[in-house]
């Protein structure tokens, strides 16, 4: 390279070598610093020939980078030579410090393996350190720690991790390098390493900002996205937290929600579901799942009333280990429960005159009397029944002035199917819901059950004890009417004969039509004379003239009086009632119940 006894020339060729380490520096990619790698062998260290053999992330080394020739850059570079081939080729020849040497004496064993090489035939030396084109010289490059960064010297390659090998080929003096030469290549390699691993690290960092800056962008993408989803759905949906003290309190809100509770945002963000629910859902929403839930509920307007909606919750976090939120769906299905409530009444009233139909009688009387005889309820009886039977009335009405023994109960304004008055939320009606098995003796599901007894003497004298009476009412002269006038007529005088029923009982009590012209009246707490004076009251309702497309009809009404007993069946109490409506009806005048 240079002869050593020439200190001017050591200095000219450090001058090139610190000159092609700063050119290291100033590439901007690991491309182009591989590059400059190969380059600067060739044009700072004075040899013809440098090929840049980097390692894998898979262990094998391939040639990134040649300089010299481009025959031989064509030729080999990309391709890649084993791990295992590098390292035999790493451990023999000579040891010059971090380099290594394969005379041509020993490197003819290495042709046929499988790393990449370019050499061309020539003479052997003519002198003991000439160069011959199979010899070989590697300058390995390993990754810097922080004592070679700092002192810029390269400590043994034992233990540490091989970032590449610079090998070097046909010095422009066709002479081994000396101590200086081989220094100086050791040093550059050390640079070389230095270098790279840099032009890695930034290489790496630019993917990770790319990398990041695509992740934030669809992060934003994803936000932008769930705000015009959430903020535009067409139903409404709620962000809530979860735990801590603000536990259930509503943070975000949309603007279908908005309008359908008729609350603004600023406004939505002081409650929770909880203080919106409607009292008699609060069990269900307590109940409902934070992750998944549903539940069918009622929640309040700004005006006071309350509207059915379905609640459909899941959980989504901030980030990885950041807060968990409450992401809530609400779906307006009131027509829905309107429809359900419509064909749920459809279903036990009748569509004619709205009143319950025959099986709604038959469940509302299964639902005051049970299995066990009056026997052993004898002494469960008491002096009277207080309070009204225990379903509402099916349109408005109020009990005549001076009935005795009618207690008014709660009935809707409307006239229509109420909802349950809570003085009718005895303690037997939710019992006997789940049914329950005779007892004949000992404590038992009935314990607590309010039994109906009959009056004594079934009703036939009046000695002030109450009972539960079933009124079973047949219209006498209807089918005349249906017969001469047509079914309009008849449909007519049924529906007017409903609602003088209706008017003539007490907001407690239940009317309903058994089919054709028969109607059953249920009223409870009434003694013998009661349920006679009530009988006669509802026939003289029925009698006054019905007028229907200008004409003026009248049908009578007989009455039959049943009581109802725990012990007995609906049925045995429905035919109890149907038997005494005919004996009342043989007993009078033809004359007397044609009225029509």
């Not at 709604?360 to 002494?379: F, H, K, N």
């Not at 036939?460 to 309009?488: M, P, Q, T, Y």
Request: glycine letters at 12%.
């Amino acid at each position: 390279m240079e002869t050593e006894s020439e200190p001017y020339v050591r200095l000219s060729t450090l001058r090139q070598l610190h000159r092609v380490v700063a050119d290291l520096n100033t590439a901007r990619s690991l491309a182009d610093t591989l590059q400059t790698v190969a380059d600067g062998v060739v044009a700072g260290l004075n040899y013809e020939l440098a090929c840049v053999n980097l390692v894998r992330p898979d262990g094998d080394l391939v040639v990134a980078a040649f300089a010299g020739s481009s025959a031989a850059e064509a030729l080999i570079t990309g391709r890649v030579g084993s791990r295992a081939s590098w390292e035999r080729r790493l451990s023999m020849g000579c040891s010059w410090g971090e380099l290594r040497f394969i005379p041509h004496t020993e490197g003819w064993v290495l042709m046929d393996d499988d790393v990449p090489q370019w050499h061309t035939d020539g003479p052997a030396p003519r002198f003991e350190d000439e160069w011959h084109p199979h010899d070989r010289l590697y300058a390995p490059m390993y990754a810097p720690t922080l004592g070679s960064a700092r002192t810029g010297g390269v400590p043994s390659g034992s233990g540490r991790e091989l970032l590449g090998v610079i090998s070097v080929d046909r010095p422009r003096n066709g002479r081994h390098p000396g101590p200086w030469g081989q220094e100086a290549l050791q040093m550059y390699a050390s640079q070389s390493a230095i270098a790279i691993s840099n032009a890695r690290l930034r290489s790496n960092m630019q993917r990770a900002l790319v990398r990041l800056e695509r992740e934030q962008q669809a992060l934003r993408a994803s936000e932008e996205s769930f705000r015009q989803a959430f903020e535009y759905a067409p139903s409404g949906m709620a962000i809530a937290e979860m735990g801590g003290d603000q536990h259930g309190r509503l943070l975000r809100t949309n603007d279908a929600l908005c309008r359908l509770l008729g609350r603004p945002a600023s406004v939505m963000r002081r409650y929770s579901f909880a203080d919106l629910v409607h009292p008699g859902d609060i069990g269900t929403l307590l109940r409902t799942s934070a992750e998944g839930g549903r539940a069918e509920l009622r929640l309040g307007r700004r005006d006071g009333t309350y509207v059915w909606v379905s609640l459909r919750n899941s959980v989504v976090a901030d980030t990885a280990d950041g807060p968990r939120f409450l992401l809530t769906h609400v779906e307006d299905i009131e027509e829905r429960k309107r429809h359900e409530l419509q064909l749920a009444h459809r279903a036990s009233h009748d569509a004619l005159t709205g009143l319950p139909n025959s099986a709604e009688l038959r469940s509302r009387l299964s639902a005051r009397i049970c299995e066990r005889p009056a026997a052993y309820a004898g002494a469960e009886q008491g002096a009277g029944y207080g309070g009204g039977f225990g379903y509402g009335a099916e349109s408005p009405g109020h009990g005549p002035a001076g009935y005795e023994g009618y207690d008014s109960g709660g009935t809707d304004p409307a006239g229509s199917e109420p909802s349950p008055h809570p003085a009718y939320d005895s303690p037997y009606e939710h019992e006997h819901e789940h049914g329950f098995g005779f007892e004949p003796a000992g404590a038992g599901p009935y314990d607590h059950h309010v039994h109906v007894v009959a009056p004594s003497g079934g009703g036939e004298v009046d000695d002030g004890s109450k009972g539960l009476a079933v009124l079973f009412c047949d219209l006498d002269g209807f089918k005349s009417i249906n017969d001469r006038f047509g079914h309009h007529t008849g449909d007519a005088v049924l529906i007017e004969v409903a609602r003088r029923l209706t008017t003539g009982v007490r907001d407690g009590d239940t009317v309903a039509r058994l089919g054709g012209d028969e109607f059953v009246v249920l009223a409870d707490g009434l003694g013998a004379a009661d349920a006679a004076d009530l009988a006669v009251r509802l026939r003289n309702a029925i009698i006054p003239p019905i007028r229907v497309d200008g004409r003026a009809v009248r049908v009578g009404a007989s009455f039959g009086i049943g009581w109802a007993e725990c012990g007995m069946t609906a049925e045995e109490v429905l035919n109890s009632a149907d038997q005494r409506m005919y004996v009342e009806k043989r007993s009078r005048a033809k004359a007397h119940r044609r009225a029509g």
